[in-house]
């Protein structure tokens, strides 16, 4: 698990950008929001990049949960990029095939710090779900890093789930 640091949100949208890059792979790529907003600006981004909406990126959240089990199932059937609001249990079905699993498993991203380190634990649990193959990320900015870093002040990295703290850029 990676946990990226960025002075600016440019940054961070490059880093973004360059992990999407994972789907042309053949790999799935989730992305965590904390909000609708968050969510839409990031499709309306990609979608700018080039991703087609019509088999390759996808959003779901609270306007389209009667879409998100063929959206679960898509994903771990071909390589997409979906980008979510966190909800308990969002994306805990993605089930990658063979081939996803041999191109390196999904690719999960956190968009920023949840209020609740719990919940972001638990959306980095997503990339290796019962010893499968995957890797998670976590992009914040710097302001909100030195929040977290305050909260938990004494606290070892690793015990809350993040197997390396990297700080870019500053």
Known sequence: DRFDVFETNEQRLSRLKELALEVKKGRTVLINTKSDRERTELYDLLKAEGYSTEDVLFKFGADN??????LKLKAGEQPIILIAT???GRGTDISPNGKMKAAGGLVQINWGINESIRTDRQANGRAGRQGAMGDSHTLVLA???????????????????Y???HR???
């Open 168 to 170: 870019r850029n500053l």
């Open 163 to 165: 197997g390396a703290f």
């Open 65 to 70: 949960e009667r879409n998100e089990e063929a």
């Open 86 to 88: 966190n909800i308990a």
């Open 143 to 161: 302001d909100d890093a030195m929040i977290v870093t305050e909260l938990l002040q004494g606290t070892r990295w690793d015990e809350i789930a």
